[in-house]
């Protein structure tokens, strides 16, 4: 527990005891458990939305690789020249982004983008 042994522990909380008193404690240590608890949801909520990422880049490259997907602004083989239509290129990069993520199995949020309730 942190290099702290039960004697030390007994000498921080004697302290807290004395300095803070006695009808104070309870309140400052229930303050200091939501905190501690409230910065551990707040990591995990963190470490879970690296990993979401983490996932939904790597379906991307994977299905770009498959040929599923095409990158957004590459042109095709035996389409050099032309130019898609700006409308028709973002729509295309929306599905594609939509087909990744549904691919990576977080597709919580995809009907409510896609007004599909």
Same mark, same amino acid.
Do not use: C, H, Y
């Given at each position: 527990?942190?290099?702290?042994?039960?004697?030390?522990?007994?000498?921080?909380?004697?302290?807290?005891?004395?300095?803070?008193?006695?009808?104070?404690?309870?309140?400052?240590?229930?303050?200091?458990?939501?905190?501690?608890?409230?910065?551990?949801?707040?990591?995990? $909520?963190?470490?879970? @939305?690296?990993?979401? /990422?983490?996932?939904?880049? &790597?379906?991307?490259?994977?299905?770009? =690789?498959? +040929? !599923?997907?095409?990158?957004?602004?590459?042109?095709?083989?035996?389409?050099?020249?032309?130019?898609?239509?700006?409308?028709?290129?973002?729509?295309? $990069?929306?599905?594609? @982004?939509?087909?990744? /993520?549904?691919?990576?199995? &977080?597709?919580?949020?995809?009907?409510? =983008?896609? +007004? !599909?309730?």
């Amino acid at each position: 527990m942190f290099g702290i042994g039960m004697p030390e522990l007994l000498l921080i909380l004697g302290l807290a005891l004395i300095v803070i008193g006695p009808k104070k404690l309870p309140d400052v240590a229930k303050a200091l458990g939501r905190g501690m608890a409230e910065f551990k949801r707040a990591t995990e $909520d963190l470490k879970n @939305t690296i990993n979401t /990422e983490s996932q939904v880049a &790597e379906t991307r490259e994977r299905l770009q =690789r498959e +040929g !599923k997907i095409k990158v957004p602004g590459a042109q095709a083989d035996g389409e050099e020249g032309t130019a898609p239509e700006e409308s028709s290129a973002s729509k295309a $990069d929306e599905e594609q @982004t939509a087909a990744a /993520e549904r691919a990576a199995g &977080e597709d919580a949020g995809w009907e409510v =983008r896609n +007004g !599909k309730q």
